[in-house]
């Protein structure tokens, strides 16, 4: 059983950068799958942020990509999401997902827990 667990502080100041790691366990990263962050809030509902596939490549949200950074760590089989100047509106849920790639679509297929993260001075 593929496993995926977020890790990182919950709450971040505004203007600061939040940093989290999805750390995998039951499997590699190096499998060839999209590793995947995706967030959660009552406003924007699920909001796909980017991944990092097998090969290192990376994808963002253009909505998101002039700030955000992920990043893998291949001997500790995780990888990373940095978002650089937070706001008020990236409080969310943020979660880890394994992907593939078919006909022009993601597919999830495990999903860690997700970490609520807040953004308050």
């Known amino acids: 059983q593929v496993q995926l667990q977020e890790s990182g502080p919950g709450l971040v100041k505004p203007s600061q950068t939040l940093s989290l790691t999805c750390t995998v366990s039951g499997g590699s990263i190096l499998e060839k799958y999209y590793w995947s962050w995706i967030r959660q809030s009552p406003e924007k509902g699920l909001e796909w942020i980017g991944v990092i596939t097998y090969s290192g490549s990376t994808y963002y949200s253009p909505s998101l990509k002039s700030r955000t950074s992920i990043s893998r760590n291949t001997p500790k089989n995780e990888f990373s999401l940095q978002l650089s100047s937070v706001t008020p509106e990236d409080a969310a849920t943020y979660y880890c997902?394994?992907?593939?790639?078919?006909?022009?679509?993601?597919?999830?297929?495990?999903w860690g827990k997700g970490t609520q993260v807040t953004v308050s001075s």
């Open positions: 997902a394994r992907a593939q790639y078919s006909s022009s679509w993601y597919e999830y297929d495990y």
